[in-house]
């Protein structure tokens, strides 16, 4: 490995780690909260290295909401792609979003668990929501769309907007109820999310 390969690949490495620990102390004590000289101490990097991978505190959150949505994209856009029936990939996508949330909480609280920012240059951010966030509801509504084309939702669901953000609404709140409400006696994991699959396909799905 060249001497200019090892530079990359140390800038590389640095640059993940200032967003893994903006990620995490978003996630935790929530962006306004979070100054860049915090970001830059978690690191035990200076401030100025830290700007010179980022502009400003919008441009790492941007790199962040961009990067989540990029990859729960990619599973549920293999799911829009399949040739299963299409309440099979309906159900499907709301476990894979489901497990999506529980697996990375640092990256779904980012997204959800926190206001957008209200300071600073956020036309950045909102832009990202915009374009990617878009692009990941997308897949769900192509799943949805593709139910009411075949004809299997109840006849009285005709609008594929209302439908897939009615089902967005119920998965986002079994992410957020399984990860804040920690102290409740749920039952098993698994189990709950099957039977909550089951109630949200069985009560779309026509008889």
């Known amino acids: 490995m060249s001497r200019e390969e090892r530079r990359e690949r140390y800038r590389e490495s640095l640059r993940q780690e200032i967003l893994d620990a903006a990620r995490e102390?978003?996630?935790?004590?929530?962006?306004?909260?979070t100054s860049m000289?915090?970001?830059?101490?978690?690191?035990?990097?200076?401030p100025g290295i830290l700007y010179h991978y980022?502009?400003?505190?919008?441009?790492?959150?941007?790199?962040?909401?961009?990067?989540?949505?990029?990859r729960l994209t990619a599973r549920l856009a293999a799911i829009t792609e399949d040739t299963a029936p299409p309440l099979d990939s309906l159900r499907r996508s709301g476990r894979t979003y489901i497990e999506f949330g529980l697996e990375n909480p640092h990256h779904y609280a980012v997204l959800f668990a926190k206001p957008l920012p209200t300071s600073?240059?956020?036309?950045a951010i909102r832009a990202v929501f915009e374009?990617?966030?878009?692009?990941?509801f997308d897949c769900l509504?192509?799943?949805?769309?593709?139910?009411?084309?075949?004809?299997v939702l109840r006849p009285e669901l005709t609008?594929?907007?209302?439908?897939?953000?009615?089902?967005?609404?119920?998965?986002?709140?079994?992410?957020?109820?399984?990860?804040?409400?920690k102290g409740f006696p749920f039952v098993e994991q698994t189990r709950l999310i099957d039977r909550q699959l089951d109630v949200?396909?069985?009560?779309?799905?026509?008889?």
């Open 25 to 33: 102390m978003f996630a935790r004590q929530g962006y306004e909260a």
């Open 37 to 46: 000289r915090a970001i830059a101490e978690k690191v035990k990097c200076s």
């Open 54 to 70: 980022f502009q400003d505190k919008p441009s790492i959150m941007a790199h962040l909401v961009h990067e989540t949505f990029s």
């Open 120 to 123: 600073g240059d956020v036309d």
């Open 131 to 136: 374009t990617d966030g878009h692009r990941c």
């Open 141 to 151: 509504r192509r799943i949805v769309n593709r139910c009411l084309q075949d004809g």
């Open 159 to 181: 609008d594929p907007e209302e439908i897939s953000q009615s089902m967005w609404a119920a998965i986002h709140g079994m992410v957020s109820i399984l990860t804040n409400a």
């Open 200 to 207: 949200l396909i069985e009560g779309v799905r026509r008889k």
